[in-house]
């Protein structure tokens, strides 16, 4: 992990244990830059808190001298580390400007660093030897809590999003009857347009070609996890089911489907113009908007718990509870589950976000946002 060049990914099959995670820290004055920070919360985030026994720092272009600045920077970023016998986080030292070409005059210098770093990689592997190797179980289990609080806070902006403008469809209709309420009780024919808003699937043409699947619940046309990795083709395997139910709206396993489209929102002009003899069949369109306007609310509700408990479980296990990447959805929870009623999760995520450090956070968010109007 080499948070000035980026998480360098690779996939291994099989893998149960983990024996060390080696943050790359280059030596320097002053805190983590932005970069940095946003990498480590990103990484660390990923990992169950067992595995911070694990962590140690590799520590570069060192002149060999006491870290301090850098192991300064790492309490103050609350970096979870393995502590040595004097409570400092256990690191090791390199220098790596042993490519850089030299005259004999700095020949000393460059071999002093070569030195060292020979020194920290044998003290590391003696470190290696009598290092306990932790399983994966819980890291396992904060990657599927993540990936259902991500699944949840999508699936409930979609519902805001349609709800908004299924909201605008009932009162188009509302005044339709209102306008025409003379003529509808005389039997007469007369037009009324409304803009009504419908879902269908569509191809998805983003993305690379191992996530370029969605699993989608058929019984409410809800993206319930978009861009799905996961190999299995069956929606069943998809990390956001629990226990037999979808974690993002609330429908059995079985109404969902895993593939290569989703669920799109679209507008139309739909004009009506036959007769009507009974106001009631007017109201007819009517009665249907408020039946799904009250079941995308209970989804909504559904999908603001799963996504607070999710919350709260990621505080309990992650290596980082306090990640940026799982806190910032408190600005857009809270409200919803005051609105639900839901009080008391209401305030414990209050709590949780009095006690988030800002600096840090901020400086995350606001690196993560950069990243994403570049895409």
Not at 173 to 179: D, E, H, R, S, V
Not at 325 to 330: G, K, N, Q, S, V
Request: charged share 30%.
């Amino acid at each position: 992990m080499v948070p000035h060049r980026g998480p360098e990914i690779s996939i291994s099959l099989h893998v149960f244990v983990i024996h060390c995670l080696l943050p790359f820290l280059k030596l320097r004055k002053g805190l983590l830059i932005k970069r940095q920070r946003y990498i480590f919360d990103a990484i660390l985030s990923l990992f169950g808190k067992d595995i911070g026994e694990n962590v140690v720092l590799f520590i570069t272009y060192s002149d060999g001298g006491p870290p301090k600045d850098v192991l300064e920077a790492v309490e103050k970023e609350k970096i979870p580390s393995c502590r040595d016998a004097e409570n400092e986080p256990v690191h090791f030292l390199f220098n790596n400007r042993q490519p850089e070409k030299h005259t004999a005059k700095y020949q000393r210098v460059f071999k002093s660093s070569w030195e060292m770093g020979e020194s920290s990689l044998e003290e590391f592997f003696e470190f290696l030897k009598l290092q306990q190797s932790k399983s994966l179980t819980l890291t396992l289990s904060v990657l599927r809590e993540r990936m259902q609080l991500e699944a949840c806070v999508q699936s409930l902006k979609e519902h805001i999003k349609f709800t908004e403008q299924k909201l605008i469809e009932l009162t188009m209709i509302q005044l339709a009857l209102q306008m025409y309420k003379e003529k509808i009780m005389m039997d007469e024919n007369f037009p009324f347009s409304i803009k009504k808003v419908y879902k269908k699937k569509v191809p998805i043409t983003r993305g690379l070609w191992f996530n370029r699947k969605v699993t989608a619940c058929s019984e409410c046309q809800e993206n319930c996890h978009l861009y799905c990795i996961m190999i299995a083709n069956s929606a069943r395997s998809c990390e956001v089911m629990k226990k037999d139910y979808c974690t993002a709206c609330g429908c059995y396993t079985s109404k969902h489907v895993r593939e290569g489209k989703k669920y799109k929102t679209f507008e139309k002009d739909e004009t009506h113009q036959e007769k009507l003899s009974k106001k009631e069949e007017m109201t007819n369109v009517e009665r249907s908007l408020k039946v799904l306007l009250d079941e995308n609310e209970k989804q909504q509700r559904n999908s603001v718990k799963n996504a607070c408990q999710a919350i709260i479980k990621l505080c309990d296990c992650a290596l980082k509870p306090d990640s940026a990447f799982t806190l910032r959805h408190l600005d857009f929870l809270i409200p919803r589950l005051e609105k639900a009623g839901e009080l008391e999760s209401a305030q414990r995520l209050k709590g949780m976000q009095k006690h988030l450090p800002q600096e840090s956070s901020y400086s995350v968010l606001g690196y993560f946002s950069r990243l994403k109007v570049k895409k």
